[in-house]
């Protein structure tokens, strides 16, 4: 392989994540992917709400990225949890700790290893976190997980203002991928409304045929992590480095 490329999927067992590695696989990349259940590509069974699991799959990471002369790595944090969805104070406690570790915590802990190793590397990197418009707008019933995608869109904002002033070639972006045909969405409506008083919405969505394909979403998500984001275009929008975007917008551009 001449020109070899190294895509890294964390949450990569099924719906969106699946879809992005089987797009980098046909794409000829070296795909490499983090999930509990079996994964695609060169896989890690791991638990990212684990903090146990961090230093184990960022040593792997780190491994990954100084085994060849890359032309480009990326990691997709895709990896997350929407359970347990009820009022705060009103949910398994322990359920609660995990989902606030694996959606805010794991990504900036995972994040922070992923760009020492971009800059050992020395080649051109991309690290893109899927996030969600519940990062910008508070949904009852899913404190944990609002406040989760806002902290790595935030996270995200920073790092990739941090790499812009240090000149490397490692961009940084957040990417809500909206409402799409997942198991997650299976899940949020089987919810009660005294838990969540949204899902009347949701059901909506679904009988409206309003959902993303995951095999489209997840394939054009990660056509958009193939450019970088500093002075580079995606369909016509200039992308900042440290981005927070949501596909949708993009595809309608």
């Known amino acids: 392989m001449s020109d070899p490329h190294l895509t890294i999927i964390t949450g990569a067992s ?19 992917t983090v999930s509990r259940r079996p994964g695609p590509g060169r896989h890690l069974a791991a638990d990212l709400s684990s903090p146990d699991a961090w230093g184990i799959v960022a040593d792997w990471i780190d ?19 929407l359970d347990p969805i009820g009022f705060a104070g009103e949910v398994d406690h322990g359920a609660y700790r995990t989902n606030v570790l694996l959606n805010s915590a794991s990504a900036q802990v995972l994040g922070d290893r992923f760009l020492a190793a971009a800059g050992r590397a020395g080649c ?43 000149g490397g070639d490692v961009s940084v972006l957040s990417m809500a ?45 990660f056509e958009l992590a193939q450019q970088t984001c500093d002075g580079r275009t995606y369909r016509g929008a200039t992308l900042a480095n440290g981005a927070v975007l949501d596909i949708r917008d993009l595809a309608e551009r």
């Open 124 to 166: 051109p990197a991309m690290l893109m976190v899927i996030s969600s418009g519940a990062g910008k707008n508070p949904y009852p019933g899913w404190s944990s997980y609002c406040a989760g995608k806002a902290a790595t869109d935030m996270w995200c904002r920073t790092a990739g203002l941090e790499q812009d002033l240090r």
């Open 177 to 221: 991928p909206g409402v799409v045909d997942t198991a997650m969405q299976s899940m949020i409506r089987d919810q009660d409304e005294s838990a969540f008083p949204n899902v009347a919405r949701f059901h909506d969505l679904h009988d409206g045929g309003q959902l993303g394909d995951p095999v489209e979403v997840g394939t054009a998500i």
């Open 14 to 32: 099924s719906g969106i994540g699946a879809a992005m590695a089987d797009a980098a696989t046909t794409a000829g990349h070296t795909v490499a």
């Open 63 to 81: 491994t990954l990225a100084a085994e060849a002369a890359w032309a480009r790595i990326t990691l997709i944090h895709n990896a997350g949890t």
